[in-house]
T-cell receptor, first 109, second 116 residues
Protein backbone atom coordinates (compact mmCIF):
# COMPACT_ATOMS: atom_id res chain seq x y z
CA UNK A 1 0.00 0.00 0.00
CA UNK A 2 0.93 3.64 -0.18
CA UNK A 3 1.91 5.38 3.02
CA UNK A 4 3.11 8.76 4.17
CA UNK A 5 4.26 9.25 7.77
CA UNK A 6 4.58 12.53 9.61
CA UNK A 7 4.64 13.29 13.34
CA UNK A 8 1.17 14.14 14.61
CA UNK A 9 2.17 17.19 16.61
CA UNK A 10 5.26 19.29 17.36
CA UNK A 11 5.88 22.22 19.67
CA UNK A 12 8.50 24.94 19.16
CA UNK A 13 9.37 28.36 20.54
CA UNK A 14 8.94 31.67 18.77
CA UNK A 15 12.18 32.69 17.06
CA UNK A 16 13.56 29.15 17.00
CA UNK A 17 14.02 26.61 14.18
CA UNK A 18 11.90 23.49 13.68
CA UNK A 19 12.24 20.55 11.31
CA UNK A 20 9.17 18.55 10.29
CA UNK A 21 9.97 15.14 8.83
CA UNK A 22 8.06 13.13 6.26
CA UNK A 23 8.77 9.57 5.13
CA UNK A 24 6.94 7.96 2.25
CA UNK A 25 6.39 4.58 0.63
CA UNK A 26 4.56 5.00 -2.66
CA UNK A 27 4.16 3.28 -6.00
CA UNK A 28 6.68 5.38 -7.86
CA UNK A 29 7.61 8.99 -7.26
CA UNK A 30 6.98 12.09 -9.33
CA UNK A 31 7.45 14.84 -6.79
CA UNK A 32 6.76 15.88 -3.20
CA UNK A 33 4.75 18.85 -1.98
CA UNK A 34 4.49 20.65 1.34
CA UNK A 35 1.33 22.59 2.15
CA UNK A 36 0.46 24.77 5.13
CA UNK A 37 -3.04 24.65 6.57
CA UNK A 38 -4.28 26.99 9.28
CA UNK A 39 -7.13 25.71 11.44
CA UNK A 40 -10.44 25.88 9.57
CA UNK A 41 -8.82 27.03 6.35
CA UNK A 42 -7.73 25.41 3.09
CA UNK A 43 -4.18 24.16 2.41
CA UNK A 44 -1.82 26.63 0.77
CA UNK A 45 1.18 25.59 -1.32
CA UNK A 46 4.61 25.98 0.29
CA UNK A 47 7.13 23.98 -1.74
CA UNK A 48 7.77 21.31 -4.35
CA UNK A 49 10.75 18.95 -4.60
CA UNK A 50 11.40 16.47 -7.37
CA UNK A 51 15.20 16.23 -7.27
CA UNK A 52 17.38 15.44 -4.28
CA UNK A 53 18.60 18.35 -2.26
CA UNK A 54 17.50 21.47 -0.48
CA UNK A 55 15.12 24.09 -1.84
CA UNK A 56 15.13 27.37 0.06
CA UNK A 57 12.34 29.92 0.00
CA UNK A 58 12.69 32.67 2.56
CA UNK A 59 12.26 31.32 6.09
CA UNK A 60 11.11 27.95 4.75
CA UNK A 61 13.31 25.24 3.21
CA UNK A 62 12.43 21.76 2.00
CA UNK A 63 14.78 18.82 1.57
CA UNK A 64 14.34 15.60 -0.39
CA UNK A 65 16.20 12.28 -0.47
CA UNK A 66 14.54 9.99 -3.00
CA UNK A 67 16.75 7.01 -2.13
CA UNK A 68 15.64 7.20 1.50
CA UNK A 69 12.01 8.11 0.81
CA UNK A 70 12.45 11.09 3.09
CA UNK A 71 11.77 14.78 3.15
CA UNK A 72 11.79 17.53 5.73
CA UNK A 73 10.43 21.03 5.98
CA UNK A 74 12.63 23.46 7.89
CA UNK A 75 11.10 26.58 9.35
CA UNK A 76 13.46 29.29 10.63
CA UNK A 77 12.84 32.35 12.82
CA UNK A 78 9.48 30.96 13.89
CA UNK A 79 6.59 33.38 14.22
CA UNK A 80 3.29 32.88 16.01
CA UNK A 81 1.52 32.91 12.64
CA UNK A 82 3.43 29.73 11.71
CA UNK A 83 1.14 27.79 14.07
CA UNK A 84 -0.64 25.53 11.61
CA UNK A 85 -0.71 22.01 10.23
CA UNK A 86 1.90 21.08 7.65
CA UNK A 87 0.89 18.49 5.08
CA UNK A 88 3.32 16.35 3.09
CA UNK A 89 2.00 14.93 -0.20
CA UNK A 90 3.66 12.71 -2.82
CA UNK A 91 2.79 12.27 -6.49
CA UNK A 92 2.97 8.58 -7.39
CA UNK A 93 3.68 6.83 -10.68
CA UNK A 94 0.09 7.46 -11.83
CA UNK A 95 0.44 11.16 -11.02
CA UNK A 96 -2.03 10.77 -8.16
CA UNK A 97 -1.34 12.89 -5.08
CA UNK A 98 -1.03 10.86 -1.87
CA UNK A 99 -1.52 12.93 1.28
CA UNK A 100 -0.09 12.54 4.76
CA UNK A 101 -2.26 13.27 7.79
CA UNK A 102 -0.33 16.44 8.58
CA UNK A 103 1.79 17.68 11.46
CA UNK A 104 0.22 20.20 13.83
CA UNK A 105 2.85 22.75 14.79
CA UNK A 106 2.30 24.70 18.00
CA UNK A 107 4.41 27.82 18.52
CA UNK A 108 4.87 29.06 22.07
CA UNK A 109 6.05 32.57 23.00
CA UNK B 1 -3.94 36.87 -7.85
CA UNK B 2 -6.40 34.32 -9.25
CA UNK B 3 -8.17 32.16 -6.69
CA UNK B 4 -10.43 29.12 -6.52
CA UNK B 5 -13.92 30.17 -5.43
CA UNK B 6 -16.24 27.97 -3.37
CA UNK B 7 -19.69 28.45 -1.90
CA UNK B 8 -21.19 28.25 0.58
CA UNK B 9 -18.43 28.60 3.18
CA UNK B 10 -20.55 26.95 5.84
CA UNK B 11 -23.55 24.64 5.61
CA UNK B 12 -25.63 23.12 8.37
CA UNK B 13 -28.20 20.55 7.38
CA UNK B 14 -30.21 17.73 8.88
CA UNK B 15 -29.56 14.14 7.97
CA UNK B 16 -31.49 12.85 4.96
CA UNK B 17 -31.53 16.32 3.38
CA UNK B 18 -29.79 17.18 0.13
CA UNK B 19 -26.81 19.56 -0.02
CA UNK B 20 -24.85 21.02 -2.89
CA UNK B 21 -21.47 22.72 -3.08
CA UNK B 22 -20.15 24.88 -5.90
CA UNK B 23 -16.61 25.48 -7.09
CA UNK B 24 -15.14 27.82 -9.70
CA UNK B 25 -11.49 26.99 -10.45
CA UNK B 26 -8.74 29.37 -11.44
CA UNK B 27 -9.35 30.51 -15.01
CA UNK B 28 -7.62 28.26 -17.52
CA UNK B 29 -7.10 25.38 -15.11
CA UNK B 30 -8.08 22.15 -16.84
CA UNK B 31 -8.04 19.87 -13.81
CA UNK B 32 -10.48 20.17 -10.91
CA UNK B 33 -10.49 18.13 -7.71
CA UNK B 34 -13.03 17.64 -4.95
CA UNK B 35 -11.63 16.51 -1.59
CA UNK B 36 -13.15 15.67 1.78
CA UNK B 37 -11.08 16.40 4.86
CA UNK B 38 -11.90 15.19 8.35
CA UNK B 39 -10.29 17.04 11.25
CA UNK B 40 -6.79 15.77 11.94
CA UNK B 41 -6.49 13.93 8.63
CA UNK B 42 -5.16 14.71 5.20
CA UNK B 43 -7.49 15.48 2.29
CA UNK B 44 -9.20 12.47 0.70
CA UNK B 45 -9.80 12.71 -3.05
CA UNK B 46 -13.46 12.24 -3.98
CA UNK B 47 -13.40 13.04 -7.68
CA UNK B 48 -11.02 14.45 -10.29
CA UNK B 49 -12.10 16.12 -13.53
CA UNK B 50 -10.04 16.77 -16.63
CA UNK B 51 -12.05 19.45 -18.43
CA UNK B 52 -15.60 18.04 -18.33
CA UNK B 53 -14.60 14.39 -17.99
CA UNK B 54 -14.26 12.38 -14.79
CA UNK B 55 -10.80 10.80 -14.61
CA UNK B 56 -11.01 9.38 -11.08
CA UNK B 57 -14.07 8.88 -8.90
CA UNK B 58 -12.97 5.63 -7.28
CA UNK B 59 -13.41 7.03 -3.74
CA UNK B 60 -16.73 8.78 -4.39
CA UNK B 61 -19.64 7.11 -2.53
CA UNK B 62 -21.79 6.97 -5.62
CA UNK B 63 -24.96 5.86 -3.84
CA UNK B 64 -25.27 9.33 -2.32
CA UNK B 65 -22.64 11.60 -3.89
CA UNK B 66 -22.61 13.03 -7.40
CA UNK B 67 -20.39 15.54 -9.14
CA UNK B 68 -20.51 17.30 -12.46
CA UNK B 69 -18.52 19.81 -14.49
CA UNK B 70 -20.76 20.16 -17.48
CA UNK B 71 -18.94 22.89 -19.42
CA UNK B 72 -15.49 22.07 -18.12
CA UNK B 73 -15.34 25.19 -15.97
CA UNK B 74 -17.22 25.33 -12.67
CA UNK B 75 -18.36 22.25 -10.80
CA UNK B 76 -21.03 21.09 -8.37
CA UNK B 77 -20.78 18.35 -5.76
CA UNK B 78 -24.04 17.02 -4.35
CA UNK B 79 -24.89 14.78 -1.42
CA UNK B 80 -28.33 13.20 -1.20
CA UNK B 81 -29.24 12.14 1.39
CA UNK B 82 -26.73 13.57 3.84
CA UNK B 83 -25.63 11.37 6.73
CA UNK B 84 -24.07 12.28 10.08
CA UNK B 85 -20.72 10.88 8.93
CA UNK B 86 -20.60 13.36 6.05
CA UNK B 87 -19.72 16.19 8.44
CA UNK B 88 -16.35 17.41 7.19
CA UNK B 89 -14.58 20.12 5.22
CA UNK B 90 -15.16 19.83 1.48
CA UNK B 91 -12.29 21.29 -0.50
CA UNK B 92 -12.07 22.13 -4.17
CA UNK B 93 -8.71 22.48 -5.89
CA UNK B 94 -7.54 23.13 -9.43
CA UNK B 95 -4.34 22.72 -11.39
CA UNK B 96 -3.28 24.00 -14.76
CA UNK B 97 -2.02 21.06 -16.72
CA UNK B 98 -3.06 17.80 -18.21
CA UNK B 99 -2.63 14.39 -16.64
CA UNK B 100 0.76 12.66 -16.73
CA UNK B 101 2.29 15.74 -15.26
CA UNK B 102 3.03 16.83 -11.72
CA UNK B 103 1.43 20.19 -11.20
CA UNK B 104 0.64 22.28 -8.15
CA UNK B 105 -2.91 22.15 -6.85
CA UNK B 106 -4.44 25.38 -5.58
CA UNK B 107 -7.26 25.15 -3.08
CA UNK B 108 -10.41 27.15 -2.52
CA UNK B 109 -11.46 28.21 1.00
CA UNK B 110 -13.57 25.07 1.50
CA UNK B 111 -17.12 24.39 2.68
CA UNK B 112 -17.55 23.30 6.28
CA UNK B 113 -20.50 20.89 6.36
CA UNK B 114 -22.25 19.98 9.59
CA UNK B 115 -24.95 17.30 9.48
CA UNK B 116 -27.28 17.21 12.48
Amino acid sequence: GQNIDQPTEMTATEGAIVQINCTYQTSGFNGLFWYQQHAGEAPTFLSYNVLDGLEEKGRFSSFLSRSKGYSYLLLKELQMKDSASYLCAVTDSNYQLIWGAGTKLIIKP
Amino acid sequence: EAEVAQSPRYKITEKSQAVAFWCDPISGHATLYWYRQILGQGPELLVQFQDESVVDDSQLPKDRFSAERLKGVDSTLKIQPAELGDSAMYLCASSQNEREYTDTQYFGPGTRLTVL
